[in-house]
């Protein structure tokens, strides 16, 4: 059997299967894992926007030397990610070659897909969650106590519902609206797909042109939840999912949103395009068969002006930008 992956069902809408291992790190550790300093570790692949969340918000809240980072290449076959960038392909705290090996220590006969952003605890080798929507949103209320000084509040006790809303309508018209056109399995699933995202992005064009952030004055998960989308939009979902009434940067108003949010401490500084590239541009064989990634579009012009700041707004609340990057986990685009 080919190891390649396949996502397109001819004839069918594409439904992701968003049933995940539902585990929790809290405080109380109630589901049997605590929060603990050092003993986990995300396993978070650069090219994936859904694993890009997780990057951004342990940024932001300085989880960097609490919670490890692993990560794996840009490519994937059928039955897993696989940590081909490290010395002898293996990832150097876990050591194993495959996230599937975490996965299959703790369910043998685990039967769904191997999924990035994961959480492993360490000393057992164990997945402990998949559930990348609230891995976040844990590390935002339940990790607390190991936030770095100056850490912003993403998740406001006050603006949950709000956040909560709008992140709902973002995932279904936007963050998976884009797979519904790319791995649409018919000429009217397709369509159905593209009218609902571009009908989703000229309502957050609108939304965005009188205020800096989806919701309140500082940025929110709703913000983290739609950046990375926006990111791999004209790099991916322009051309190689179909997504093609405009790019992004024919937008103004959610141009110069991305670009604000890019040029963020905490954003930009997690983006890898060549990553993004190759996996979107190689992994989808039924999508592009020739495995030929492009080479636009450019890259700087994710650091042109915005003028974003002239709506007011506070990027971190009453906090801080986060440090640079440590050591190894820098990106040189």
Not at 10 to 25: A, M, Q, V
Not at 162 to 178: K, P, S, Y
Request: charged share 25%; glycine share 8%.
């Amino acid at each position: 059997m080919s190891l390649n992956p396949s996502y397109i069902t001819p004839g069918l809408d594409f439904n992701r299967d968003t049933h995940y291992i539902e585990d929790r790190i809290t405080r109380d550790g109630r589901d049997g894992w605590p929060v603990e300093a050092g003993r986990y570790r995300l396993v978070a692949a650069r090219a994936c926007p859904w694993a890009n969340r997780t990057t951004i918000v342990r940024r932001l809240l300085g989880l960097e030397g609490v919670i490890s980072l692993g990560l794996p290449g840009p490519t994937h076959d059928r039955n897993s990610w696989t940590f081909d960038l490290d010395p002898d392909g293996l990832d150097p705290v876990l050591g194993i070659e495959r996230l599937q090996e975490a996965f299959f220590a703790r369910f043998p006969d685990y039967p769904r897909g191997i999924t990035v952003p994961a959480i492993v605890d360490v000393a057992s080798g164990k997945v402990v969650t998949n559930n990348y929507p609230q891995i976040t949103l844990d590390f935002e209320t339940e990790w607390t106590e190991h936030h770095r000084a100056g850490a912003p509040d993403l998740y406001p006790e006050a603006l949950r519902t709000q956040i909560d809303e709008v992140a709902n309508l973002i995932f279904h018209d936007v963050n998976n609206g884009v797979y519904k056109c790319g791995f649409a399995g018919s000429q009217k699933s397709y369509e159905r797909a593209y009218d609902a995202l571009f009908a989703r992005l000229d309502w957050l064009e609108e939304r965005l042109a009188g205020q800096r952030y989806l919701v309140g004055d500082t940025i929110t998960e709703a913000d983290i939840r739609l950046f990375t989308t926006l990111a791999r939009f004209d790099a991916v979902y322009h051309g190689h999912f179909k997504c093609n009434r405009n790019k992004l940067s024919e937008m103004p108003v959610l141009w110069a949103y991305a670009r604000d949010l890019f040029q963020t401490p905490g954003f930009g500084d997690t983006i890898d395009f060549d990553q993004i590239k190759k996996h979107y541009y190689v992994t989808h064989v039924d999508i592009n068969p020739s495995g030929i990634v492009p080479k636009g579009p450019d890259a700087a012009t994710w650091l042109a002006p915005h003028s974003r700041a002239d709506l007011g707004g506070r990027p971190f609340g009453t906090g801080t930008p986060p440090e640079p990057p440590v050591p190894g986990e820098r990106i040189v685009n």
